[in-house]
């Protein structure tokens, strides 16, 4: 499959089918809030190094949790049941994104969430899209998640916890939240085992993109 070079000056993206067996469609353009909302319109998000250039990346098969299926175990009820973590919502987005970006992760030198793409997603939180989730204890920040919201999807981004189970507490927190409000479903991307268990699964990119594309012209902003 070819790598497209996008322009600076138009923020259309190729279609999103035509991307790598690995999920690589473009490289260049930048994050200005525009090209964010179209790339993530069309099932298309930036992921890359800090000595790389922006690269886009819309994978197959696609990871996803239909809200509804939902997965709390029995584990985590006592963390309910107990109210042992309090959370909050866009209360310290951009701790929370630098709180992602240093957080230890096995296997990974280094971050994806670099200065530039902190500038990016902090600019569309400014302007209602983007969300952070915060989890606390005893009044310290030890966990949360920041992601998008068009329509009725939510686009999840990363998570970090501090403590156990603080991330799993803010990521059922939210779901929770968004079946409230009939969300349809919650993007996470790549599979990980650490979402499987809470009910995520495999689709494959064309049914991800037929959801999308049901998405409005101007969708509702999520008001948390």
């Not at 107990?82 to 096995?106: I, P």
């Not at 530039?116 to 310290?140: D, F, T």
């Not at 059922?172 to 990980?192: A, G």
């Not at 268990?197 to 948390?224: C, H, M, W, Y």
Request: proline share 6%; charged share 20%.
């Amino acid at each position: 499959m070819p790598l497209f070079l996008l322009s600076e000056d138009d923020i259309d993206f190729p279609p999103a089918h035509l991307a790598s067996h690995e999920g690589l469609l473009a490289v260049g353009g930048d994050l200005s809030p525009q090209r964010l909302i179209e790339a993530y319109r069309h099932g298309i998000f930036p992921w890359f190094n800090e000595e790389d250039p922006i690269l886009w990346w819309s994978p197959d098969p696609r990871f996803v949790l239909f809200p509804h299926q939902l997965k709390v175990a029995k584990s985590m009820r006592p963390y309910f049941n107990q109210r042992k973590f309090e959370v909050s919502y866009n209360r310290e987005f951009e701790k929370v994104m630098r709180s992602c970006a240093g957080v230890y992760r096995r296997g990974q030198g280094g971050t994806w969430i670099t200065e530039e793409m902190v500038r990016g997603y902090v600019n569309l939180q400014r302007l209602g899209y983007a969300h952070s989730v915060e989890v606390w204890q005893e009044g310290k920040l030890v966990g949360g998640l920041y992601g998008l919201a068009m329509g009725k999807i939510f686009f999840g981004e990363s998570m970090f916890a501090y403590v156990s189970n603080a991330s799993k507490f803010g990521f059922i927190s939210l779901v929770q939240e968004l079946l409230t409000r009939d969300f349809e479903l919650i993007d996470c991307q790549q599979q990980t085992g650490h979402l499987a268990s809470l009910g995520a699964v495999a689709i494959p990119r064309r049914q991800f993109l037929d959801i999308l594309s049901t998405l409005p012209e101007n969708p509702d902003l999520l008001k948390l």
